[in-house]
């Protein structure tokens, strides 16, 4: 079993940045990999960026590569997301997740937060 708890969303102004924190407990297998995905409203759950845990691989949505980092910490089991240059159209609920498989699919990944919201304004 692995626990996700996100925090550090927040109400910010187009162009601001904002970080996010994912703090990962219970079971972190070497071949962990964490995300973020997004949803904002009326829209369905779209895949943001995600890292294996054992090594620095990361991968991009075209929508945020370029402006977002995904990052992690293993000494304090927290996957990052740097977010910069942020838009209106970044508005959502920012959830962390967690699986096994190297995929972009929500399907694939067991684990959820609660999510934590992120509102951009123009």
């Known amino acids: 079993q692995v626990q996700l708890v996100e925090s550090g969303g927040g109400l910010v102004q187009a162009g601001d940045s904002l970080r996010l924190s994912c703090a990962v407990s219970?079971?972190?297998?070497?071949?962990?990999?964490v995300a973020w995905f997004r949803q904002a409203p009326g829209k369905e759950r779209e895949f943001t960026a995600r890292?294996?845990?054992?090594?620095?691989?990361?991968y991009y949505a075209d929508s945020v590569k370029g402006r977002f980092t995904i990052s992690r910490d293993n000494a304090k089991n927290t996957v990052s997301l740097q977010m910069n240059s942020l838009k209106p159209e970044d508005t959502a609920v920012y959830y962390c997740?967690?699986?096994?498989?190297?995929?972009?699919?929500?399907?694939?990944?067991?684990?959820w937060g609660q999510g934590t919201q992120v509102t951009v304004s123009s």
């Open positions: 997740a967690a699986g096994r498989v190297h995929s972009r699919a929500e399907a694939d990944f067991d684990y």
């Open positions: 219970g079971r972190t297998f070497s071949n962990l990999r």
């Open positions: 890292i294996t845990w054992s090594v620095d691989s990361t």
